[in-house]
């Protein structure tokens, strides 16, 4: 596609609300965020609920009436952050005993536990954490069918070093070379070598090590009493930074990108945005617009490992755990710019705004390089000059 091409095929561009049809010959879909903060939520991995930037209730421009527009203009954007945050460990894991049996020891708040390390004990025996997605739901021995949390089981003995490449495929079946491999870690773990592996023996959490940020669970207490069963409340080991920006500043702080963090303990650190995540405002779920509305909105959080882990635990520990986090500056000078909510998402790659032209004639697809972005205004580069009318959502 060239720019300033009035004819468009059918499968260049699609409609975001689904079953929707613009114009015949033309679906498209109103890009109703910025370049940034879909790259933001890609790079997250994860299923992020975005307020997009939008005029009004966000949708699409009607097929018929009059249009909303914004001129291109030209114009310097000078991007860069200074944003208040906190040092902490991450998203707290909440560890469920399962089984039954008595608690006869529990770790200490603040001890890091490694994978195939005890986490804690029930009737004097050890229940072990393991690496992996998904906790296990049944007793494991020869005969069980196959399932993904055999493969699970054989994925962390191999890593423990219980078994080889030549004496166990790691795969969702339970073999004689399985058992073999769990009578090998029963006996380092001092347990009775029955090759079987019973619920509750084993916690798995998506994390290679843990801190134990709260003991819930009390000595002498019975399996799955008080507390809804949870015995231990984690955390990664890594320190990050969190900080709440504004929806206008997260162009800026997507995944991947690097940060400077100045430490209230003194002294600065490295840092690289890992996730984007959103925490229910006051009132949210409830009230007029729901989540998103007035008193309502999910809040974004950005978190952000550091780099010098000794400097930033330090700093957490003396208790002084406020961060400042500067974004470095960036600048585009005398360059076109438009209001993100006239871009366009093309399906197969890149953006392209719709530009009116005289009288009443139908707007023209033109494709744009996307660039610097700050507080909702895209530099943008292509087919466009100064003056040109894009269509905006009403």
């Known amino acids: 596609m060239t720019a300033g091409t009035d004819r468009q095929e059918p499968e260049q561009v699609a409609d ?3 079953g929707r049809t613009r114009r015949k010959g033309r679906r498209v879909r109103r890009a109703t965020m910025a370049a940034g903060i879909v790259a933001a939520i890609a790079a997250a991995g994860t299923a992020l ?33 200074r944003l208040d945050g906190e040092l902490g460990h991450g998203t707290v894991d909440e560890v469920t005993a399962q089984g039954q049996g008595t608690f006869t020891k529990l770790p200490k708040a603040g001890a890091r536990v490694e994978t195939g390390k005890p986490l804690y004990e029930v009737d004097a025996r050890p229940v072990v954490l393991f690496h992996g997605p998904r906790p296990f739901w049944r007793d494991l021995a020869k005969g069980v069918g196959d399932g993904p949390d055999v493969r699970e089981l054989e994925r ?8 080889n490449a030549a004496s166990l495929t790691v795969d969702e079946e339970f073999t004689e070379g399985t058992a ?8 380092a773990l001092g347990l009775e070598r029955t090759g079987k592996v019973e619920q509750g023996r084993v916690v798995v959490l998506p994390h290679r090590a843990v801190r134990v940020q709260e003991v819930v669970a009390k000595l002498g207490a019975t399996v799955g009493a008080g507390s809804g069963g949870t015995v231990l409340k984690v955390t ?10 504004d929806e206008d500043q997260l162009a800026q702080l997507a ?6 963090v100045e430490l209230e303990a003194g002294g600065g650190v490295q840092g690289e945005v890992t996730a984007i995540t959103r925490e229910p405002g006051e009132g949210d779920g409830g009230g007029e617009g729901g989540p998103g509305g007035p008193g309502g909105e999910a809040k974004p959080e950005v978190s952000i490992r550091l780099a010098d882990q000794k400097k930033a635990g330090a700093a957490l520990d003396s208790g002084r755990s406020g961060a400042t986090v500067t974004v470095p500056e960036k600048k585009a000078e005398n360059v076109l710019v438009v209001p993100v909510t006239a871009l366009l998402a093309m399906v197969r790659g890149g953006y392209a705004v719709e530009v009116v032209g005289p009288g009443r004639s139908e707007p023209k697809l033109v494709p744009v390089e996307v660039g610097l972005i700050v507080k909702a205004r ?9 003056g040109d009318k894009v269509v905006i959502p009403v």
Request: charged letters at 20%; hydrophobic letters at 30%; a positive charge.
């Open 49 to 81: 609920a975005v307020r997009p930037w939008t005029n009004g209730g966000g949708e699409s421009a009607p097929e018929h009436g009059p249009r909303s527009t914004a001129s291109v203009q030209r114009d310097s954007l000078t991007s860069g952050l």
């Open 236 to 245: 990664t080991p890594d320190v990050y930074a969190t900080v709440k920006p």
């Open 16 to 18: 975001l609300r689904p």
């Open 378 to 386: 895209a530099e943008v580069s292509g087919g466009l000059k100064e």
């Open 255 to 260: 995944p991947g990108s690097k940060v400077t």
């Open 180 to 187: 073999a491999a769990v009578k090998r870690w029963q006996k």
């Open 156 to 163: 962390n003995l191999t890593d423990l070093g219980y078994a």
